[in-house]
């Protein structure tokens, strides 16, 4: 059995933390490590301390496009005092559904491009929030020299499924692929060494899963149906994404 990724998981959630010696040791049982994706300065820091308590906690450092600030100054300070703990940057981006004028979009604008630069001075994947500025995002990537963007959650249209994939991006899947029948769809037109998987826990999700928050363990389900989209084995689908992942985070 081989090892799977979680791509993008909101671990340091206090959601997840009476639970997290179960988790910990789930995914030491069934061979599952996360890329622990933060939003702010406080879930940055957590994520860093969860990446000590497990080698298979992947701490991600960022600013979510909804806690956009001007005063970036603590979580500069804190990932240049941790760069070598972080694995990636992350959860950065831009999402118009957060601001109501276009001040607020250009502030997001600006700790994105600010994330970014870190990243590439680092070398250091990103994992990118793009709802509702998809386009927006890939313009202002092309800016940039990183060698792991990953657009999680992809939920954009073909046309920009294919800008993607032609920018180098990644793009990851999560638990309503199971169901969402569009989300098939967009998988079976991604390219295959493109594609990673997630579950965005805590989400809450529909339909098979309950509106349970997302557990971690739901990635086997995402693989499942993945592999069924591509007529492949589990075996053969998982490690093919655990392969692409490894050229995500650049190991």
């Known amino acids: 059995m081989s090892w799977i990724t979680d791509a993008h998981i909101h671990l340091s959630d206090p959601e997840y933390s009476k639970e997290m010696p179960f988790i910990l040791k789930s995914m030491e049982r069934i061979k599952l ?4 994706v933060s939003e702010d300065y406080e879930s940055s820091q957590r994520s860093l301390d969860l990446g000590l308590r497990s080698r298979l906690v992947l701490p991600f450092v960022g600013i979510h496009p909804q806690s956009a600030i001007d005063d970036l100054e603590p979580v500069i300070t804190l990932i240049d005092k941790n760069s070598e703990r972080i694995t990636g940057i992350g959860e950065i981006g831009m999402d118009k559904t957060y601001v109501s ?6 502030r997001q604008e600006k700790v994105f ?7 590439e001075k680092l070398r250091k994947p990103i994992s990118i929030h793009s709802r509702a500025t998809l386009d927006n995002i890939l313009e202002i990537l ?6 792991g963007m990953l657009l999680h959650w992809f939920a954009g249209s073909k046309k920009q499924l294919k800008t993607a994939m032609e920018s180098g991006c990644f793009v990851s899947y999560g638990p309503s692929m ?5 989300k098939q769809v967009l998988l079976a037109q991604t390219n295959n060494d493109r594609i990673l998987v997630e579950t ?4 809450k999700f529909g339909r098979c899963f309950g509106l ?3 557990q971690i363990t739901f990635l086997t389900s995402v693989i499942f149906c993945a592999a069924k989209v591509f007529r492949k084995s589990y075996d053969d689908m998982s490690a093919e994404i655990e392969q692409n992942c490894r050229r995500y985070l650049g190991v």
């Open 212 to 214: 349970k928050s997302a």
């Open 200 to 203: 965005d826990g805590p989400v």
């Open 113 to 119: 491009r600010n994330m970014l630069s870190i990243a």
């Open 142 to 147: 092309s800016s940039y020299s990183i060698s």
């Open 33 to 36: 490590r996360a890329c622990c």
């Open 101 to 106: 004028d276009s001040e607020g979009l250009q």
């Open 178 to 182: 199971v169901y969402a029948k569009d």
